[in-house]
């Protein structure tokens, strides 16, 4: 085996651990509380030492919020594939597919929506969740003045276009996942997500000046 195939295969080994220990870890912060559960119990529930379980997560907050910052680079190549003549609405809407895909996984669907109630009622990982969304807005408003350059009609540098259209978009993100909450088990976060996109948008302008 070269050493690429080695490394490569140790790295699927560790997403394959981490999944392992956040889903037994988010079935107790569901069943005890994310304040009650400790990470000795998260490491009884794997069958691994304390130390074991902090070589792959730091905390108990990155065991919950840790799935976000993966996502991030999924949500800007599914940004990259859209029709460059696109509305840039339909593309951010199209782009949060990768949240709603995450919500529904299988074999974890059934976690998704009592964790973002924990996510959504502790403020310390309501604080970092909303940090990692502000992350993820500002990889997307680059990615944004990215394509209109690629385009031939790039923003200038003070247009507040890229970032507000963002910002609103994401806005309509945190309203459907508070949407969701309120209409489980009945609701969908995509059904959620498209009334709250299609309540502000599309109203965008499309053209700009360098």
Request: aromatic residues 6%; proline residues 5%.
């Amino acid at each position: 085996m070269s050493e690429k195939q080695q490394a490569g295969l140790r790295a699927r080994t560790r997403r394959a651990v981490r999944r392992e220990i956040a889903q037994a870890a988010e079935a107790l912060f569901v069943e005890r509380g994310f304040e009650a559960t400790t990470i000795d119990d998260i490491a009884a529930a794997v069958g691994m030492s304390q130390r074991s379980v902090h070589r792959y997560f730091a905390s108990k907050e990155e065991i919950v919020l840790g799935k976000f910052d993966l996502v991030v680079d999924d949500m800007l190549a599914a940004l990259r594939d859209r029709p460059a003549a696109e509305p840039i609405w339909t593309s951010l809407h199209r782009t949060f597919d990768v949240m709603v895909a995450l919500a529904e996984a299988p074999g974890h669907a059934e976690l998704v929506e009592p964790i973002h109630r924990i996510v959504f009622r502790t403020p310390a990982l309501l604080a970092g969740y909303l940090q990692r969304l502000q992350r993820m807005q500002d990889a997307v408003v680059s990615e944004l003045r990215a394509r209109a350059e690629a385009a031939g009609t790039p923003y200038a540098d003070d247009d507040p276009t890229p970032r507000a259209v963002t910002a609103a978009a994401f806005g309509c993100l945190i309203a459907a996942q508070h949407s969701w909450l309120a209409s489980a088990p009945k609701g969908s976060l995509a059904s959620a997500l498209g009334r709250a996109m299609a309540t502000v948008g599309p109203r965008e302008p499309e053209a700009h000046h360098s």
